[in-house]
């Protein structure tokens, strides 16, 4: 697949007028997906009913099972990996971000941080499945289609709430903070130290904050950013591995080649050669 100058992803403009849809999927090897990882401008809500999938997000292998949520946030990249059996049948729900209120917004924001298979019990399973099947049924009504939408994302938010306790919590915000302000910097800085005065905490507090919601340190979750970075780009664009370096700050090439390299288990070059085989997207 030739490569373009941007990220490919998908508009729910283009697929819903309403802001939400949802899909019933009975994979088992049958159900034709894209053939190149994407993003989208929504959130995604998988829910497995059966079977077990294995999924990519942000270049990150996550498995799921029957019983088991998985929320993808707009802009992260998801796909199938390849060679993956993909053996499940469920639900995906999608919705935009307008569709969730502000508080709704950060608690998703902070899960996406490092998301992981939810599991919300029987009880509000079935629940979601029948609700999910009602979604189906009056999908030609916006408005009950709608109402019926926002009982499940209810449901999902609920059990999301239900993982966090207060130091997770504060944790959590702390570091979206610091990926919000990475978003903005990261070409520019990379001192833990600089980040921790720009959040007006001290260094071991933001380090203790970082490896209290994601397991990494500061550093660690830093580079591990830089190297998706430079995953999407050499997915994405026709730069060199060289020129990807520089554009992420670095301009000595074979500091930034050991760096993915201790990161990805290869040197960007070898993982650019990785992309000539096909991979498949989840969704």
Same mark, same amino acid.
């Given at each position: 697949?030739?490569?373009? =100058?941007?990220?490919?992803?998908?508009?729910?403009?283009?697929?819903?007028?309403?802001?939400?849809?949802?899909?019933?999927?009975?994979?088992?090897?049958?159900?034709?997906?894209?053939?190149?990882?994407?993003?989208?401008?929504?959130?995604?809500?998988?829910?497995?009913?059966?079977?077990?999938?294995?999924?990519?997000?942000?270049?990150?292998?996550?498995?799921?099972?029957?019983?088991?949520?998985?929320?993808?946030?707009?802009?992260?990249?998801?796909?199938?990996?390849?060679?993956?059996?993909?053996? !499940?049948?469920?639900?995906?729900?999608?919705?935009?971000?307008?569709?969730?209120?502000?508080?709704? !917004?950060?608690?998703?924001? +902070?899960?996406?941080?490092?998301?992981?298979?939810?599991?919300?019990?029987?009880?509000?399973?079935?629940?979601?499945?029948?609700?999910?099947?009602?979604?189906?049924?009056?999908?030609?009504?916006?408005?009950?289609?709608? !109402?019926? !939408?926002?009982?499940?994302?209810?449901?999902?938010?609920?059990?999301?709430?239900?993982?966090?306790?207060?130091?997770?919590?504060? $944790?959590?915000?702390?570091?979206?903070?610091?990926? =919000?302000?990475?978003?903005?910097?990261?070409?520019? +800085?990379?001192?833990?130290?600089? $980040? *921790?005065?720009?959040?007006?905490?001290?260094?071991?507090?933001?380090? +203790? *904050?970082?490896?209290?919601? %994601?397991?990494?340190?500061?550093?660690?979750?830093?580079?591990? &950013?830089?190297?998706?970075?430079? =995953?999407?780009?050499?997915?994405?664009?026709?730069?060199?591995?060289?020129?990807?370096?520089?554009?992420?700050?670095?301009?000595? $090439? *074979? $500091?930034?080649?050991?760096?993915? &390299?201790?990161?990805?288990?290869?040197?960007?070059?070898?993982?650019?050669?990785?992309?000539?085989?096909? %991979?498949?997207?989840?969704?």
């Amino acid at each position: 697949m030739p490569k373009a =100058k941007d990220l490919p992803f998908s508009s729910m403009q283009k697929i819903s007028r309403s802001g939400v849809f949802m899909k019933h999927f009975d994979q088992y090897g049958k159900t034709e997906m894209r053939t190149y990882a994407h993003r989208d401008d929504y959130y995604i809500v998988v829910l497995l009913t059966g079977g077990s999938a294995t999924l990519e997000v942000d270049f990150e292998q996550i498995e799921i099972k029957a019983g088991d949520i998985l929320i993808v946030s707009p802009w992260q990249v998801h796909r199938k990996p390849s060679g993956a059996e993909w053996n !499940a049948d469920g639900w995906m729900l999608a919705f935009s971000p307008e569709f969730l209120t502000e508080t709704e !917004a950060r608690a998703l924001d +902070e899960y996406s941080i490092s998301p992981y298979p939810l599991s919300p019990g029987e009880s509000a399973m079935n629940d979601i499945i029948e609700l999910c099947a009602m979604f189906e049924r009056n999908s030609g009504d916006c408005n009950i289609s709608g !109402a019926i !939408a926002s009982a499940i994302k209810s449901i999902v938010l609920s059990v999301v709430g239900k993982s966090d306790s207060g130091a997770i919590s504060r $944790y959590m915000a702390i570091t979206l903070s610091f990926r =919000k302000l990475l978003d903005k910097h990261l070409t520019q +800085e990379k001192s833990p130290a600089a $980040y *921790a005065s720009m959040l007006n905490i001290s260094e071991a507090y933001l380090n +203790e *904050a970082v490896k209290g919601a %994601t397991g990494l340190s500061v550093g660690a979750y830093l580079r591990s &950013r830089i190297v998706i970075e430079a =995953k999407r780009m050499l997915i994405y664009t026709s730069k060199s591995a060289k020129e990807i370096a520089y554009s992420l700050g670095y301009n000595d $090439y *074979a $500091y930034f080649s050991r760096l993915f &390299r201790k990161h990805a288990g290869m040197s960007p070059s070898e993982f650019a050669k990785t992309l000539n085989s096909p %991979t498949l997207s989840i969704l």
